[in-house]
């Protein structure tokens, strides 16, 4: 009687009995993490200083005075990593949602497109993004264009999203086929032709299913956009190279990784929000 007036009057109720366990279970994992955490970086604190070579390590590496001089720059090179990539991530998902259309077809008529796209993600897939980068950014340019159409900043960006529009039609393809034959069933009911069925009832569902895979891709092309400095825009890894060159000193790479990881982390941990928030929705 008096659990339920307890209830009634909305104080809290008791954990179970199960559900102590499970925090105590939950506190003691907590604690070993933490601890186990602490040693491991205390072990390094002391050991690492120790080795016989970390004073040369810490002058050519984590130089302060040489991070202070070059961080804005790099910091400002940096922007030009941005404005390629929100100039090629538009593109490679539109590119990758039509090859994964074209993938899907199955009528006979329509059937060169299909081969067309299985050509494409082989070949792309295939071939590693770096090399991809030098035969379009180094080949197309030496066909004699003019300017701008002989820019390596428009290259090295059309190569991109050549090399991820593969990749992420594929992912695309993936979203696609988990949708359940009954949905498709219940479209077809309704009168709604294969088109419509593709865009008011499949596609909104794939492209729900594969967003956390796609934010990955994203924190990846943030990065792989670095790879365009090997055929010349001056980008925050250049920049670093030209950097390191001048002082002798690696410290600006370091501080161009301090600027990746600002930039990616927050993304990845979004990821993995996504993905876990997914998983929850799949075991209810």
């Given at each position: 009687?008096?659990?339920?007036?307890?209830?009634?009057?909305?104080?809290?109720?008791?954990?179970?009995?199960?559900?102590?366990?499970?925090?105590?279970?939950?506190?003691?994992?907590?604690?070993?993490?933490?601890?186990?955490?602490?040693?491991?970086?205390?072990?390094?604190?002391?050991?690492?200083?120790?080795?016989?070579?970390?004073?040369?390590?810490?002058?050519?590496?984590?130089?302060?005075?040489?991070?202070?001089?070059?961080?804005?720059?790099?910091?400002?090179?940096?922007?030009?990593?941005?404005?390629?990539?929100?100039?090629?991530?538009?593109?490679?998902?539109?590119?990758?949602?039509?090859?994964?259309?074209?993938?899907?077809?199955?009528?006979?008529?329509?059937?060169?497109?299909?081969?067309?796209?299985?050509?494409?993600?082989?070949?792309?897939?295939?071939?590693?993004?770096?090399?991809?980068?030098?035969?379009?950014?180094?080949?197309?340019?030496?066909?004699?264009?003019?300017?701008?159409?002989?820019?390596?900043?428009?290259?090295?960006?059309?190569?991109?999203?050549?090399?991820?529009?593969?990749?992420?039609?594929?992912?695309?393809?993936?979203?696609?086929?988990?949708?359940?034959?009954?949905?498709?069933?219940?479209a077809r009911s309704?009168?709604?032709?294969?088109?419509?069925?593709?865009?008011y009832v499949v596609?909104?569902?794939?492209?729900?299913?594969?967003?956390?895979?796609?934010?990955?891709?994203?924190?990846?092309?943030?990065?792989?956009?670095?790879?365009?400095?090997?055929?010349?825009?001056?980008?925050?890894?250049?920049?670093?190279?030209?950097?390191?060159?001048?002082?002798?000193?690696?410290?600006?790479?370091?501080?161009?990784?301090?600027?990746?990881?600002?930039?990616?982390?927050?993304?990845?941990?979004?990821?993995?929000?996504?993905?876990?928030?997914?998983?929850?929705?799949?075991?209810?």
């Amino acid at each position: 009687m008096d659990n339920t007036q307890n209830t009634a009057r909305g104080k809290p109720r008791a954990p179970t009995r199960r559900q102590a366990y499970e925090q105590k279970a939950r506190r003691k994992s907590l604690l070993i993490a933490a601890v186990s955490s602490a040693a491991a970086i205390a072990l390094l604190v002391v050991l690492v200083p120790m080795a016989p070579g970390w004073e040369a390590v810490q002058r050519s590496f984590f130089n302060w005075n040489v991070l202070v001089k070059t961080f804005p720059k790099l910091l400002s090179a940096f922007t030009l990593d941005l404005i390629l990539f929100f100039a090629a991530a538009p593109a490679i998902f539109i590119l990758a949602l039509v090859i994964a259309l074209m993938r899907n077809v199955t009528r006979p008529a329509l059937y060169p497109l299909k081969l067309f796209a299985i050509v494409y993600i082989d070949v792309l897939r295939s071939i590693p993004v770096i090399l991809t980068i030098y035969l379009i950014g180094f080949g197309i340019p030496g066909l004699g264009l003019l300017p701008p159409w002989n820019s390596p900043y428009i290259w090295g960006s059309v190569a991109l999203v050549l090399a991820y529009s593969a990749y992420i039609a594929e992912v695309f393809r993936t979203g696609i086929e988990s949708i359940h034959e009954s949905q498709r069933s219940a479209a077809r009911s309704l009168g709604l032709s294969e088109a419509s069925m593709m865009r008011y009832v499949v596609l909104p569902q794939a492209i729900r299913r594969v967003v956390p895979t796609l934010v990955n891709f994203l924190v990846a092309l943030l990065k792989d956009v670095a790879l365009l400095s090997f055929i010349g825009p001056v980008e925050v890894l250049r920049q670093a190279g030209v950097y390191k060159s001048l002082f002798a000193n690696f410290t600006p790479y370091v501080g161009a990784a301090i600027i990746f990881l600002v930039a990616t982390i927050p993304a990845i941990r979004f990821a993995d929000y996504l993905m876990a928030k997914q998983n929850a929705q799949r075991t209810r």
